[in-house]
């Protein structure tokens, strides 16, 4: 009976594939290179330079869409306050975080959610003592945020709201370029 399962699913994503990517050459277009119309107005739809960031700390709807489209030199001083109410909503006992922020400082640096890369020095989202530096693709970015959030002065308050618990990809990373692995 599974066998019979996986044959009807592997015969419908087949036939998906098949109506999908079959195409006619109508592009009229002699050389086949596609034709890329550049033309109208593009309006940004997100930011997200610190993964989950935008989302923890600022609530759907009008107010994610003013958000992402705010140049970035202006987030800080607009949102840094709604961060901050966001921050002690989410944790009422936070005082400073293992990087020795305050509330005040540490949701003034998220709310301008641009991602600074250093161009000297080691490229780590945090690893104790290069911070905020860029974000190498090992860096796990989730773990992170929530030490810096839950995890007190020390990085050990709240030891249960301090990680994800996904401590590795399900595949390798490449060595070459694209250092990405491929989908399963």
């Known amino acids: 009976m599974k066998n019979i399962n996986k044959f009807n ?22 050389n086949n290179e596609p034709t890329v119309d550049f033309s109208g107005t593009y309006v940004q739809q997100d930011q997200m330079a610190r993964p989950a960031i935008n989302t923890v700390f600022i ?17 800080g001083t607009k949102y840094q306050m709604v961060f ?17 922020m305050d509330a005040a400082t540490f949701t003034g640096a998220l709310a301008t959610d641009v991602l600074n890369v250093s161009k000297t020095g080691k490229t780590t989202f945090f690893d104790g003592t290069n911070v905020l530096t860029g974000r ?34 399900d ?6 370029f694209p250092y990405l692995a491929g989908a399963w």
């Open 9 to 30: 699913i592997l015969i419908v994503a087949l036939t998906g594939v098949l109506t999908f990517t079959s195409c006619d050459d109508n592009d009229n277009n002699d």
């Open 59 to 75: 609530a759907a709807g009008a107010p994610k869409d003013e958000f992402n489209s705010t140049i970035p030199s202006m987030m």
């Open 84 to 100: 901050q109410d966001r921050l002690m909503a989410l944790n009422a006992g936070y005082t400073t975080n293992a990087l020795g």
């Open 136 to 169: 190498a693709l090992a860096d796990d970015v989730i773990d992170v945020e929530l030490l810096l959030i839950f995890g007190g002065p020390m990085g050990t308050s709240n030891p249960g709201l301090t990680s994800d618990h996904v401590d590795a990809n």
């Open 171 to 176: 595949k390798a990373f490449l060595t070459a």
